[in-house]
């Protein structure tokens, strides 16, 4: 009932092959695009933007990322951290060093500095595999920390290690600072989500994608059958490096406007954008999105149902909170181990033959 | 309890919507009752509800005005802060104490342009101080900056006034807030003349062998500690295992809480601690409290918090709070205070001696005095000494003054730098 297939034919090998090939399908994503792009901002306001939907922005970049590197190429990796924090770093720098640099610009460079960063450390994964490579990722997680609280040269040598991001604007909107507009920072991060969210769906179906996911299937069979092990290894790395360093970015710059990185980008970080791809779908560029929400959404939620809401006191709140997210969590991986999005999946083959399921 | 609180909470909205309509006065509390900072965040925010309780519940309220407190827990995660700050502002929130340096950091900018006052009471960002640059942001009664000068200057006089040839090690927590004394200690020990060895511990504090094992071998004449959380614990207990002397030992005000000197039992006897207010439950207060707050089941959290150092640290930003409401009517002459009246309230704050005696605090915390020009208050302290036996800390020194001609020319090169960098312009007239 809900997908009326009917009279939806594909002629053509290009369409039978994209991304959303059912047209009740389709038309849902670009209604749901036209949704958040054109009527949120309307009624954006402060606690949605810097509380619900930046946060989730934010979280799903990261998401993608760790999931190019994790569900696509099978590289386990506990970095993200200090990954984000390269980000964040490097816009910092690039913002009080070059004032003159749009902030678009200023990301994706962010972003490329993150991936060559990301490709020294994916250096190791060359050599070890499975739980040796995610300790010794976790090992540049604890090395970049440490770095951007040592070494005063990046953080302008402030008296606190604290970074704060100076005001910019971008085509006379503001982006970051005190004064910007929810509906504009809102759109910045949606901007970029958006596009690297199509552009790492494009890649994972292309030819690296597919070099990525030989390497996870079986990394021997992979080298017999001509995939170079250095280039996609190292293509994971640079690109999921490239993503979560754009998130760490966004964080620092639109999202808190002050980080300091033991706090911010500490060991915390890489275990919860590794739940959320876990929870949401490994190798799935809709798990990340539902991983993300999970993880950053469900939180806020219940604390607006039982601190707020129901008046319960707030220590009550923040214990049921953490009881309720973990068992939930456990359920999801009990009943579903391939993800929210895998779940997703049957439901949506299940409701395309409804009703009439034999 | 909690409940009990609502429902009377309640009830007070419910009578007063029947009278004329009064707006009630909003006060946020960013709490954190979770995590690996629980046990120091409890007693303050106790101590902060506490207060407000006994003002609506003994006095009516501020003026007669009602006071709705708020709570919101951050865990001491700044991403909750940015939460909790965002979801309360919207209720006429008066003032935030963010009571994190990594929150007061990020809330600094936003609640300036959002014309609410933050009173980030001895911790945050210390060149807000400047009140020449930093027009809704105060953090009287004193800064770290103070505290480092004070304690600097009580460990001259313990010497005899020269320190030169000592050493003098830190202890700090690796974060902005532990680095905060290192560029004032650094200027006093080229005034000085003594020798500065920095130890970061880093968060949350439970691994510091090598550097109790560095203190060992460099063997510092004083150590002091910027810690918070379970890092104090764990420094008091490894100095009293090799044996340092703990008389020559001396933390922050937020190093120095019963939390953190208990588990080390006996060995933490003499331990130091600079403050800026009194310890104990013996104050006139204390009598109103347990009848109005503790014995009519009001009491914010289990009750058994009273007269400890945070609770009692709560209780004085309450009671600043207040006191700055009370001056924001006075002066605009209105009992619905909006948060830019509250700013001009605070700025204008003048509690003496002699209010601390009205309000049933004789001696219990330093003079505070505001002005446009200063929100860092009078920069001084007293220290506290902790007696293992009868598990008590008491006052062993008067008032001492901060280096005003150290700490005061640091305040305003920081302070300058944040406003050429965000294009402030300077107020007060100057």
């Known amino acids: 009932m809900l997908y009326r297939e009917a009279g939806d034919f594909k002629t053509t090998y290009r369409s039978d092959q994209q991304t959303f090939p059912i047209k009740s399908e389709r038309f849902l994503f670009w209604a749901v695009i036209a949704l958040v792009a054109l009527a949120v901002p309307f009624f954006i306001n402060d606690y949605l933007e810097k509380a619900v939907l930046i946060p989730f922005l934010v979280y799903a970049m990261a998401a993608l990322g760790l999931n190019i590197l994790i569900g696509y190429c099978g590289q386990v990796s506990l970095g993200t951290g200090g990954f984000m924090a390269v980000g964040a770093y490097a816009t910092y720098k690039l913002m009080t060093g070059f004032e003159w640099m749009p902030m678009p610009v200023i990301i994706i460079l962010a972003g490329f500095i993150t991936a060559s960063v990301g490709i020294v450390f994916g250096l190791p994964s060359l050599r070890i595999k499975g739980f040796y490579l995610a300790v010794a990722t976790l090992a540049s997680q604890f090395f970049l920390v440490w770095l951007f609280n040592k070494v005063p040269w990046f953080y302008n040598h402030s008296a606190t290690g604290q970074i704060t991001a100076p005001p910019r604007e971008f085509l006379g909107f503001t982006l970051t600072g005190a004064n910007a507009e929810p509906y504009a920072t809102y759109l910045f991060c949606l901007g970029f989500v958006f596009v690297f969210a199509w552009v790492a769906r494009n890649l994972t179906r292309g030819r690296i994608g597919r070099q990525w996911m030989a390497i996870r299937d079986m990394d021997i069979a992979a080298e017999i059958i001509g995939v170079n092990p250095l280039m996609s290894k190292l293509s994971a790395f640079a690109v999921s490096s490239f993503y979560i360093g754009i998130a760490g970015a966004l964080y620092f710059s639109v999202w808190t406007g002050a980080a300091e990185v033991t706090e911010a980008f500490g060991i915390d970080k890489s275990f919860d954008v590794l739940f959320m791809i876990i929870i949401g779908g490994l190798g799935s560029i809709l798990g990340s999105l539902i991983g993300a929400a999970f993880i950053v959404l469900l939180p806020v939620l219940m604390t607006n149902i039982f601190a707020r809401w129901l008046g319960m006191s707030t220590e009550i709140a923040e214990h049921m909170q953490i009881t309720i997210v973990g068992v939930l969590i456990i359920f999801f991986l009990i009943k579903e181990p391939h993800g929210i999005a895998a779940l997703w999946r049957t439901i949506k083959e299940k409701l395309r033959l409804w009703p009439f399921p034999h | ?430």
């Not at chain 2, 014309?115 to 945050?124: A, D, E, R």
């Not at chain 2, 000592?166 to 003594?194: C, D, F, W």
């Open chain 2, 1 to 430: 309890m909690k409940l009990a609180k609502l429902a009377a909470i309640a009830a007070t909205a419910l009578t007063i919507g029947a009278g004329p309509a009064f707006a009630e006065l909003v006060f946020p509390s960013l709490s954190y009752r979770t995590g690996p900072y629980a046990p120091n965040g409890i007693p303050f925010a106790d101590g902060y509800a506490d207060y407000f309780t006994l003002i609506n519940e003994r006095d009516g309220g501020i003026e007669g005005q009602k006071i709705k407190l708020i709570e919101c827990e951050t865990g001491y995660n700044t991403e909750k802060g940015v939460e909790c700050y965002e979801s309360t502002k919207g209720e006429g929130a008066l003032v935030y104490q963010p009571l994190s340096t990594g929150i007061t950091y990020q809330l600094i900018p936003k609640a300036t342009a959002d014309h609410i006052p933050i009173h980030s009471m001895g911790y945050g960002r210390t060149s807000a101080a400047n009140g020449k640059v930093f027009e809704y942001v105060f953090n009287y009664p004193g800064t770290y900056w103070d505290a480092a000068s004070i304690i600097v200057k009580y460990i001259s006089s313990e010497e005899g006034g020269d320190l030169k040839g000592k050493k003098i090690a830190l202890v700090y927590h690796n974060s902005a807030y532990g680095k905060e004394p290192i560029r004032t200690l650094e200027e006093l020990s080229k005034k000085h003349g003594y020798e500065l060895l920095l130890l970061p511990v880093d968060h949350p504090g439970q691994e510091q062998k090598s550097t109790w094992l560095q203190i060992r071998k460099e063997r510092p004449d004083y150590v002091m500690m910027w810690g918070w959380g379970v890092m104090n614990q764990v420094a008091i207990q490894e100095a009293a295992n090799i044996r340092f002397p703990m008389d020559h030992f001396i933390g922050v005000w937020w190093s120095a809480s019963e939390n953190d000197t208990i588990p080390a039992g006996d060995g933490a006897d003499g331990y130091k601690a600079i403050t800026f207010h009194g310890v104990g439950d013996d104050f006139p207060i204390y009598a109103d409290m347990r009848k109005y707050v503790l014995d009519a089941g009001k009491a914010a959290g289990a009750g058994d918090q009273l007269g400890t150092v945070l609770y009692n640290r709560g209780m004085v930003a309450a009671m600043w709070a207040v006191e700055a409401a009370r001056k924001a009517m006075e002066i605009h002459g209105t009992k619905e205070i909006t948060p830019e009246m509250m700013r001009d309230g605070m700025e204008a704050l003048d509690v003496g001696e002699a209010r601390l005696k009205e309000l049933g605090l004789p001696g219990f915390t330093v003079p505070v005095k505001v002005s446009c020009e200063s929100h860092g208050g009078p920069g001084l302290g007293m220290i506290q000494q902790w007696d293992a036996k009868a598990k008590k800390w008491s006052i062993i020194t008067g008032l001492i003054e901060a280096d005003r001609e150290v700490v005061d020319p640091l305040i305003m090169e920081d302070s300058q730098a944040f406003a050429s960098e965000n294009n402030i312009e300077m107020r007060c007239g100057s």
